[in-house]
């Protein structure tokens, strides 16, 4: 089993639409969990982080984290055209020396 | 505040031949970081800097890729000889400090194709 796991996509959804983007994961130790949005041509850029269980509201952006299920899901609210990127789950260890593990990414299209 | 730069932005070459790029990190970033992206995947990091000491560089594949930081700033990854398998971009990325709560910001890449 992969440590990380993302369904590559694409998904296209309507502008204004909710999007659900879900991630699983193998190591039960993951304690910060990241994602990154690259648009095309671009590096991965820092999205939202959550540091255990729970939700984190940021915008039209929701992050959620089931510890108990290895499961992290991204919602957008609202979705616009600009939206369009592919987003990378990131867990991570939490501890100085660990190296981010990226999940192969989902490729969103939000059509206007 | 100016982000992290990489050259050449786009790179094509023949196995075999040898190629390097080079990435200059924001200003006062300790940390430094490769990583190599393969279409369809997430970046996998090569090798990671602190000041321009190595502290990981577990995944690079030594026998043809090669990385340094001699003054702790600016970095250069060479591969020698190049495979049809390392066309991928390879990102290079700088923070402020080790570990998952320093965030690392990305530079736009080198898209290297290998032919």
């Known amino acids: 089993q992969k440590e990380v796991e993302q369904d590559p996509g694409p998904l296209s959804v309507p502008e204004g639409a909710i999007v659900s983007l879900n991630c699983t994961y193998s190591n039960s130790a993951f304690q910060y969990f990241m994602w990154y949005r690259q648009y095309s041509r671009k590096g991965p850029e820092l999205l939202m982080y959550t540091y255990s269980s729970g939700n984190k509201e940021d915008g039209r952006f929701t992050a959620q984290v089931d510890k108990s299920s290895k499961y992290i899901s991204l919602f957008i609210r609202d979705s616009q055209p600009s939206d369009s990127a592919t987003y990378l789950c990131?867990?991570?260890?939490?501890?100085?020396?660990?190296?981010?593990?990226f999940g192969k990414g989902t490729r969103l299209h939000i059509l206007p | 505040e100016a982000g992290v730069a990489q050259s050449p932005r786009y790179k094509i070459i023949e196995k075999r031949q040898s190629v390097a790029f080079w990435c200059n990190p924001i200003?006062?970033?300790?940390?430094l970081y490769w990583y190599q992206q393969i279409l369809g995947q997430g970046p996998k990091l090569l090798i990671q800097f602190q000041n321009n000491g190595v502290v990981d560089d577990s995944q690079l594949p030594k026998d043809r890729f090669s990385a340094e930081r001699l003054k702790g700033v600016d970095s250069t990854l060479k591969i020698q000889p190049a495979k049809l398998e390392d066309s991928a971009v390879y990102l290079c990325?700088?923070?402020?400090?080790?570990?998952?709560?320093?965030?690392?910001?990305f530079g736009p890449g080198t898209r290297l194709t290998v032919t």
């Open positions: 990325a700088s923070s402020l400090g080790q570990g998952a709560s320093y965030e690392q910001y």
């Open positions: 990131a867990p991570d260890l939490a501890n100085r020396d660990d190296k981010i593990i």
């Open positions: 200003s006062g970033h300790a940390t």
